[in-house]
């Protein structure tokens, strides 16, 4: 009896116990930590740079954009804010520094981070300080830096950062330039931007090796300013590598110590070592047939204090790849090794066990507390958490300059711009915490493992029951029971059973059985078919109340459904994710607020299908959404997009647009895009259409042209969907275009982006069948409107248009009084009332602009108004 016992319970939780620890320390060490997956991509020309910077510091990323161009164009900076709308452009007159990149910094305390971009000329080097409030006075406007033997130059800009180095009101910008020793010259400068005073330090020999480090290492309220170097050829002495220490002034502290040998380098980081802040210095090779490492520690002095010769097969370098001073990283290319500050190894983690891979950055790309530290190989970025327990891959180009930047949203999670050449990717990137990375996770793996382990015994003895049952010649009953419980469908089987007998192992015996398990999944199937067949047979009305009414949530719901033919022609597909989305959505509401007031308004706009939902005194947090695996499957299965705003002391708004076109943007190939030609005479208005459009993957600019003429000279060899026109043209004209197009090529739509709206060439323009109008003072997304409007078969008309020509499409017949308002949709009527804009609404009810725009077009629907201005004029009156 003992024995029993211990076969079937001791053994197997023993095995179970050892078993459940073993793969949750798989699923511990081995589970992905992060989500990511690509937004955004595209190729870049006219030598483009994309950058992404909180500029005012509110928690929102905007976006820089840098041209550099040819040597016909001057380079020029745009700048966009979060919501991507176009903010203010500088142009430059020299030309590019092309190995440097755009920093970013707040100088002067005001929490406005300045940009500062350095330019070169035939024999000069600039550097220009700008403002982003204001693009028509930079702060620093072509300030001098150093002379250059010529402008083909490879120039090498190191950017350090802003410190307070001689404690002023503002901080000094540091950096270090290289113009090609030794022919000219590599130095250390500090910037004083208010006073425009600049300093250099002493000729550094060698090339200059990051990271630079600037602290106040003697405690004496001063910063010093650590610097290091690759080895030289000196005359007499082989070649020799130095590091040294210079004060706030830039003068030497600690004269350069020279390391006189083989081809080397020096990197350093500050370290603090029985309460004494020393300076870390290792001495290695650069050649991979002379391997040495030699690590000492240095105090202010230039004494060394300790020192520890490595033996290591590849050359190492030091890493500042966190802030702590009681520990050195060093870093062989494929593996980090960890050190205490008495030089003892603590750890290594292996970071590529194939090719050699460069460190980058140690950044903060999660948003959350720890930083992440990035490394780069020929096709990859290698990212790991702080603790180098976990990593993440990116495939990249392999070929270009490394633009690496956060773009940040306060209400989501941090998304990656990266640009290898004129590649350049954007990704949303977040860390994981779903259930998969809670304790209770690992503890129901313990468990489930140890049930298995337990019962396992309990069935193996029944299998082995059934397998003597089977050979003793009973099969006969079995094939009763199942004739009974299966029915028709499984009764035809039983004529084959019995013609196999008792030859039950043969293979016509396995496949009988294949086919009974497939006709019972088809029995099975069949209730869901009817379900769904009766859900498809049902009005979309219908099932929205019938949600309403079965729902099993504690919310009290208000539905404000559009007009029933609105809904008559929604696929099956959207119609079940909308009602299998708002079943969740119920669910987290009420979550978070017991018997809360909910108004929820489905309306179709054009191409998409709102769900506005407008929760009373409740906080929503967007994580619960964004990283919901339910909400995350349904919005990706119909192109959705969520966005959430919660209103001080009113409430939360949910809204969500779902596409109701199911070819996905990312899908979209070249035989499905909109394929446009744009005619425009002026320059810069038809570099940026083009730039517009290239950024829209539904869409392809086929062709640009300057008049009619060229436009035609196009359709001569491209297929073309969509012509966009000026109507002020040298030669042929939009309006002369226009007519041509309609005769020759009916089948091509017009759209007339002007400034001039006059009735005389309107009516002519109708005439000729142009089926948009977008004035040059709309917002530029009305023109990406307008394309995919009238591509889908409709016309379109901006709001100046409609207001001056009266387009506004109004049904006398029906009512315009403000009782089919919601309460928030009310608020925003008054303060249109009040001659407030769209953006001044947004700011004062705390709504982003997209949320506002959404409820606008409700409102202009359910007023029948025809745009912004006879919403006024109703607020007014009533």
């Keep these: 009896m003992i024995r029993k016992r211990i076969s079937y319970i001791f053994h197997p939780l023993v095995i179970g116990f050892l078993l459940s620890l073993s793969v949750i320390f798989v699923f511990a060490r081995y589970l992905p930590r992060y989500n990511y997956y690509l937004i955004e991509e595209a190729q870049l020309n006219n030598k483009g740079e994309v950058y992404y910077f909180d500029l005012n510091n509110d928690g929102n990323s905007e976006k820089l954009h840098y041209y550099h161009y040819d040597r016909i164009f001057q380079p020029t900076l745009y700048l966009y804010d979060a919501n991507d709308n176009f903010k203010s452009l500088w142009n430059f007159f020299e030309s590019p520094v092309e190995n440097s990149k755009i920093f970013v910094g707040d100088y ?10 350095f330019t070169k000329q035939a024999d000069s080097l600039f550097l220009y300080v700008l403002d982003p409030e204001n693009d028509r006075k930079p702060i620093l406007n072509r300030k001098f830096i150093s002379n250059i033997s010529s402008p083909d130059i490879d120039i090498r800009i190191n950017l350090i950062g802003l410190y307070d180095l001689n404690h002023k009101e503002n901080k000094e910008f540091l950096f270090t330039v290289d113009v090609g020793y030794p022919i000219e010259s590599r130095k250390i400068f500090s910037l004083d931007i208010s006073n425009e005073d600049l300093i250099s330090s002493q000729e550094l020999h060698a090339d200059i090796i990051f990271p630079i480090i600037v602290e106040d290492i003697n405690s004496n309220g001063n910063l010093e300013i650590v610097m290091s170097n690759k080895s030289i050829k000196v ?21 350069p110590i020279a390391f006189i040998g083989g081809a080397s380098q020096i990197t350093a980081k500050t370290i603090i070592s029985d309460e004494e802040k020393l300076i870390a210095v290792l001495h290695s090779g650069t050649d991979s047939d002379n391997v040495f490492n030699n690590l000492m520690l240095y105090n202010l002095k230039g004494e060394i204090v300790k020192e520890l010769n490595i033996e290591n097969k590849y050359n190492l370098s030091i890493v500042n790849i966190n802030d702590s001073h009681n520990t050195l990283y060093l870093f062989s290319g494929k593996k980090i090794y960890k050190y205490s500050a008495g030089l003892k190894k603590l750890k290594t983690t292996v970071v590529s066990r194939k090719e050699k891979v ?32 976990h990593k993440s891959i990116l495939n990249i180009a392999n070929v270009g300059k490394l633009i690496l930047s956060i773009e940040k949203n306060i209400f989501k999670s941090n998304n990656i711009s990266i640009q290898i050449g004129n590649k350049w990717s954007l990704y949303s990137f977040s860390k994981k915490r779903d259930f998969f990375f809670y304790r209770m996770f690992y503890f129901a793996i313990f468990i489930g493992i140890m049930f298995f382990s337990l019962i396992t015994p309990w069935l193996k003895s029944k299998i082995k029951q059934i397998k003597i049952l ?75 109340l019938e949600l309403i009414d079965n729902k099993k949530v504690s919310i009290n719901l208000n539905l404000i459904l559009d007009s029933e033919e609105h809904f008559e022609e929604l696929s099956i597909e959207v119609e079940n994710s909308i009602i299998e989305y708002l079943e969740v959505c119920f669910r987290i509401v009420s979550a978070h607020c017991n018997n809360c007031n909910v108004v929820l308004q489905i309306v179709q706009h054009n191409n998409s299908i709102n769900l506005l939902m407008e929760i009373d005194d409740a906080i929503i947090n967007l994580k619960d959404f964004e990283e919901n695996e339910e909400i995350l499957s349904i919005l990706k299965k119909v192109n959705g997009e969520i966005e959430i705003d919660n209103i001080i002391e009113i409430g939360a708004i949910i809204n969500t647009s779902i596409s109701l076109n199911t070819k996905k943007s990312e899908s979209i190939s070249g035989k499905d895009k909109i394929k446009i030609i744009i005619a425009e005479d002026h320059d810069v208005s038809l570099f940026g259409l083009t730039s517009l459009f290239k950024t829209k993957k539904d869409i392809e600019v086929v062709g640009t042209a300057r008049n009619g003429m060229e436009v035609l000279k196009i359709l001569e060899t491209k297929s073309v969907d969509i012509v966009i026109t000026d109507i002020s043209m040298p030669g042929m004209d939009g309006i002369e275009l226009s007519a041509k197009l309609k005769t020759e090529y009916s089948q091509i739509k017009v759209i007339v982006f ?25 917002k530029i997304i009305e023109l990406i409107e307008a394309v995919r409007n009238v591509y889908g078969g409709s016309n379109y008309y901006c709001p100046q248009f409609k207001s001056k020509f009266g387009f506004n499409g109004n049904n006398k017949d029906k009512s315009k009084k403000l009782d089919s308002l919601t309460k928030t949709e009310m608020q925003i009527v008054m303060q249109f009332g009040e001659n407030n804009t769209k ?27 025809g745009d912004e201005d006879e919403i006024i004029r109703i607020a007014k009156k009533q």
């Design 108 to 117: 002067n305390n005001d929490s406005i981070k300045e940009i500062y971009i």
């Design 754 to 778: 002007t400034m001039y709206l006059e009735n005389w060439f309107t009516e002519q323009l109708v005439d000729n069948g142009v089926r948009g109008f977008v004035s040059k003072n709309s």
């Design 358 to 389: 460069e460190f980058v950055k140690y950044l903060d790309l999660s948003g959350d507390i720890g930083n992440e530290l990035i490394f780069k190989d020929s096709s990859q970025l290698i990212i790991y958490n702080s603790t180098l327990k």
């Design 839 to 865: 953006e001044q609404i947004a700011t004062s009810m705390h709504l982003s602009k997209k949320i506002i725009d959404v409820f606008v077009a409700n409102i202009l629907l359910k007023l029948n108004a």
């Design 470 to 544: 089977v050979a003793g010649g009973n099969e006969k009953d079995i094939y009763v029971e199942i004739e009974d419980n299966i029915e028709e469908k499984i009764s035809g089987l039983k004529s084959k059973v019995n013609k196999i007998g008792s030859n039950l192992k043969s293979d016509s015996f396995e496949k009988i059985i294949d086919e009974i398990d497939e006709t019972f999944e088809e029995i099975k199937s069949i209730p869901k078919k009817i379900s769904e067949n009766y859900k498809s047979h049902k009005k979309f009305n219908d099932r929205i």
């Design 235 to 255: 005359i007499g002495n082989g070649s020799e590598s130095h590091f040294m220490v210079l004060n706030n002034n830039l003068e030497y502290l600690v004269k």
